[in-house]
């Protein structure tokens, strides 16, 4: 693991977690040290095996982009309240 980037370190925790089978994934800012085809990458996967495991998923993530193209739902917050929430387009 010392060898690995920070991207490749975050694919081997995110790896670990799925392999792990939980009924809820949760990912808090998976994608930070990914580049964009790698997060794009990231999140196919995660929606990919939400669907097929029929199970949920939790992300934390800036990037508001990526969370209306793939969440079902976003909460947006600002100092720890929550500004607003709804069903993203991909709902």
Request: charged share 25%.
């Amino acid at each position: 693991m010392g060898e690995l980037s920070g991207g490749e370190r975050q694919l081997v925790a995110i790896a670990r977690a799925l392999a792990q089978g939980a009924e809820i994934l949760m990912l808090d800012e998976a994608s930070a040290h990914l580049d964009i085809r790698h997060a794009v990458a990231l999140y196919e996967l995660a929606l990919g095996e939400v669907s097929a495991r029929r199970s949920a998923c939790l992300a934390v993530m800036h990037d508001l982009n990526l969370a209306g193209a793939y969440a079902h739902r976003v909460v947006l917050m600002k100092e720890g309240r929550i500004e607003a929430s709804g069903r993203s387009k991909k709902s």
